[in-house]
């Protein structure tokens, strides 16, 4: 008589295991939606953009953990205030946001939540600085 190894437990932990990964996969899928501003073509002179009554609202995030609303400083804390004030006087809710790559992530992702306390419907990720030329590579 040979001696013949049975199977069958291995087959039932494998699918057991198998059923328990299809249904813990999905729930480990984390979503993060980020809605880039459309590209228009539209030309734009430099004198327009100087005597344009409201410039774009540009918020800064140094490596320093600095911040910056158009070039004035402001703090962590008192951002959602300021950008309250400054939204209060604007018909739009726009903030286009910049940050230096060496710039923390996790700070950067609170700043741009206070951000959105502020105020601010739509934040814009810059890629480039604004009112820089694009480059045409060939």
Known sequence: MVP???????????????????????????????????????????????????????????????????????????????LRRVFAARTDHVLFFDADDGAAYGFVVQVMDQARDGGALTIAALTEPLGASPTVSN
């Open 4 to 82: 013949q190894m049975n199977v069958t437990p291995l087959v039932d932990v494998v699918l057991v295991l198998l059923i328990i990964f299809m249904v813990i996969t999905p729930l480990l899928a984390k979503t993060f939606w980020i809605h880039t501003p459309k590209q228009e073509k539209e030309e734009v002179e430099a004198r327009e953009l100087q005597t344009d009554p409201t410039p774009p609202l540009v918020l800064h995030v140094a490596t320093d953990r600095s911040l910056e609303l158009n070039g004035s400083t402001v703090t962590y804390e008192e951002l959602p205030g300021r």
